[in-house]
């Protein structure tokens, strides 16, 4: 086994442990070494201005200078011995710090704050290029001998009774990634007696796999939709309640000074620029919770906004303000819904005044724990059937098996927001989620291609978005 792995041999079992010792005891003998080697260089310094006494002494012995001599030779050795034994020391410390950045990945025990720590000391020491590449390298060689064992133990069942053989392919599963999994256990899969593969959906897998769609074909249906002016005249059509906006783009400085609506960038997102005007002076920034009380504070925000690079550019647009109760100024809620062609997944709720907190539902109206945005939950209000049917519907309409549907919960019902193709933060859904939407998004795959293949046109998404961007005729 080469030594990029030999951390994995059980003859030279080392842990964590182990190594930190060794650093400390090679830190206190390069420490020790050093001032001996500084003590003895200023001895012998001594020793050479000894030399205008020996001249100004001529009848001291000559077995006196000899023996200074020799005394100055023998500090010399021993520096030089003492020197090699630093150097010795310094490549011991940095061969078990080198072993450290290795083994610390590999450390079941270690958690994301104390690997975070480590990697920034890495950072600091220069080395963090050095130390991606040993990192990428250890794992690769890592997932490689578990996938050979997973699967070689897996293959061992081939010939075994279907329980038998179906049990350990679902066991072996459990640790394989999409790609790793052996085509022999996948045509398990499509036997008469079939084993779940869950393991090959991942709704991060998928959604990486759209974005790379993407970047070979230049565009995406969905994609289309990020365009704010298409994706309100799409839902116009649709007879969609769309927010008042302005019919064109300011400079921060152009802004009209009025009450009644809501400040945002033209290419903003997460909250980031997004400015509740109730009055002049009364004004809240939605990213950083908080509240503003006058024009000028606003104004100096949105600079800070574009400096910070929240906002890209200075371009802003305005849309009346939507509140979700009118006689308490309550800002509207949001409501997000995943959905897959024709199936919402998973809701998102969130309100943000006074602060930032999350909801997430099912379909059955369950509350449920992600993994994602676990630490500022809230009991929301929820959604109702006919909400959840409506955001399907128009899914329906769009040639896509994923996009994010965002309303805002007004005091008279559910108003549009925004298209997203791709939510923030996706990969933070713990496994479970994961693999739950991502045989959603595989669904709606196959629907939408059934769809296709059975002459379904789309015409009111080609009819409201920019044709000439996709296939130059707004053919799908």
Same mark, same amino acid.
């Given at each position: 086994?080469?030594?990029?792995?030999?951390?994995?041999?059980?003859?030279?079992?080392?842990?964590?442990?182990?190594?930190? /010792?060794?650093?400390?005891?090679?830190?206190?003998? $390069?420490?020790?070494? %050093?001032? #001996?080697?500084? +003590?003895?260089? &200023? !001895?012998?310094?001594?020793?050479?201005?000894?030399?205008?006494?020996?001249?100004?002494?001529?009848?001291?012995?000559?077995?006196?200078?000899?023996?200074?001599? /020799?005394?100055?030779?023998?500090?010399?050795?021993? $520096?030089?011995?003492? %020197?090699? #034994?630093?150097? +010795?020391?310094? &490549? !011991?410390?940095?061969?078990?710090?080198?072993?450290?950045?290795?083994?610390?990945?590999?450390?079941?025990?270690?958690?994301?704050?104390?690997?975070?720590?480590?990697?920034?000391?890495?950072?600091?020491?220069?080395? $963090?290029?050095?130390?991606?590449?040993?990192?990428?390298?250890?794992? &690769?060689?890592?997932?490689?001998?578990?996938?050979?064992?997973?699967?070689?133990?897996?293959?061992?069942?081939?010939?075994?009774?279907?329980?038998?053989?179906?049990?350990?392919?679902?066991?072996?599963?459990?640790?394989?990634?999409?790609?790793?999994?052996?085509?022999?256990?996948?045509?398990?899969?499509?036997?008469?007696?079939?084993?779940?593969?869950?393991?090959?959906?991942?709704?991060?897998?998928?959604?990486?796999?759209?974005?790379?769609?993407?970047?070979?074909?230049?565009?995406?249906?969905?994609?289309?939709?990020?365009?704010?002016?298409?994706?309100?005249?799409?839902?116009?059509?649709?007879?969609?309640?769309?927010?008042?906006?302005?019919?064109?783009?300011?400079?921060?400085?152009?802004?009209?000074?009025?009450?009644?609506?809501?400040?945002?960038?033209?290419?903003?997102?997460?909250?980031?620029?997004?400015?509740?005007?109730?009055?002049?002076?009364?004004?809240?920034?939605?990213?950083?919770?908080?509240?503003?009380?006058?024009?000028?504070?606003?104004?100096?925000?949105?600079?800070?906004?574009?400096?910070?690079?929240?906002?890209?550019?200075?371009?802003?647009?305005?849309?009346?303000?939507?509140?979700?109760?009118?006689?308490?100024?309550?800002?509207?809620?949001?409501?997000?819904?995943?959905?897959?062609?024709?199936?919402?997944?998973?809701?998102?709720?969130?309100?943000?005044?006074?602060?930032?907190?999350?909801?997430?539902?099912?379909?059955?109206?369950?509350?449920?724990?992600?993994?994602?945005?676990?630490?500022?939950?809230?009991?929301?209000?929820?959604?109702?059937?006919?909400?959840?049917?409506?955001?399907?519907?128009?899914?329906?309409?769009?040639?896509?098996?994923?996009?994010?549907?965002?309303?805002?919960?007004?005091?008279?019902?559910?108003?549009?927001?925004?298209?997203?193709?791709?939510?923030?933060?996706?990969?933070?859904?713990?496994?479970?989620?994961?693999?739950?939407?991502?045989?959603?998004?595989?669904?709606?795959?196959?629907?939408?291609?059934?769809?296709?293949?059975?002459?379904?046109?789309?015409?009111?998404?080609?009819?409201?978005?920019?044709?000439?961007?996709?296939?130059?005729?707004?053919?799908?």
């Amino acid at each position: 086994m080469n030594n990029s792995n030999d951390y994995n041999n059980a003859d030279a079992p080392q842990t964590e442990e182990a190594l930190t /010792k060794a650093l400390i005891e090679k830190e206190a003998q $390069i420490a020790k070494t %050093e001032k #001996e080697i500084k +003590t003895n260089k &200023k !001895e012998i310094k001594n020793i050479e201005k000894s030399n205008t006494w020996k001249y100004s002494e001529p009848v001291r012995k000559m077995n006196d200078l000899f023996a200074a001599g /020799k005394r100055s030779t023998d500090q010399s050795q021993y $520096i030089k011995q003492l %020197e090699a #034994e630093l150097e +010795t020391a310094e &490549k !011991e410390r940095d061969q078990a710090k080198e072993r450290m950045h290795e083994l610390m990945l590999d450390d079941r025990k270690l958690n994301s704050q104390a690997l975070v720590k480590k990697i920034n000391e890495t950072k600091l020491d220069g080395g $963090i290029i050095d130390f991606i590449d040993k990192t990428v390298k250890n794992k &690769k060689q890592h997932d490689t001998n578990y996938r050979n064992a997973l699967s070689y133990a897996a293959r061992l069942y081939m010939n075994e009774e279907n329980d038998y053989k179906n049990m350990v392919y679902s066991k072996a599963l459990e640790g394989l990634k999409i790609e790793e999994i052996p085509e022999f256990m996948m045509r398990a899969g499509l036997s008469e007696d079939p084993i779940p593969l869950r393991q090959a959906a991942s709704f991060r897998g998928s959604l990486n796999m759209r974005i790379r769609q993407m970047q070979l074909t230049g565009t995406l249906p969905e994609w289309l939709l990020d365009d704010k002016q298409a994706a309100y005249q799409f839902m116009d059509h649709l007879g969609v309640r769309i927010p008042k906006i302005s019919k064109q783009t300011y400079r921060l400085e152009e802004i009209p000074r009025e009450g009644g609506i809501v400040i945002k960038p033209v290419d903003g997102a997460g909250g980031r620029g997004v400015y509740l005007v109730y009055s002049n002076n009364d004004i809240i920034d939605i990213k950083r919770s908080k509240k503003m009380h006058s024009w000028e504070e606003l104004i100096s925000s949105m600079k800070e906004d574009v400096l910070m690079g929240w906002v890209h550019h200075n371009e802003w647009f305005t849309e009346e303000l939507i509140l979700e109760d009118i006689q308490k100024k309550t800002p509207a809620s949001d409501i997000k819904f995943y959905c897959f062609y024709g199936k919402v997944g998973i809701i998102l709720e969130i309100t943000r005044v006074p602060e930032l907190r999350y909801c997430w539902w099912t379909i059955t109206g369950e509350r449920v724990r992600t993994g994602k945005y676990d630490e500022d939950l809230f009991k929301g209000q929820g959604v109702t059937q006919s909400e959840i049917e409506f955001a399907s519907d128009i899914s329906l309409k769009i040639p896509a098996p994923f996009i994010r549907i965002d309303f805002l919960r007004s005091e008279n019902g559910l108003i549009f927001g925004e298209f997203t193709p791709k939510p923030g933060n996706y990969d933070d859904f713990d496994e479970k989620t994961d693999k739950w939407l991502g045989d959603y998004f595989i669904e709606a795959q196959g629907r939408l291609s059934n769809d296709l293949l059975n002459g379904k046109d789309f015409s009111a998404f080609k009819q409201f978005t920019p044709r000439n961007k996709y296939n130059g005729d707004g053919s799908i």
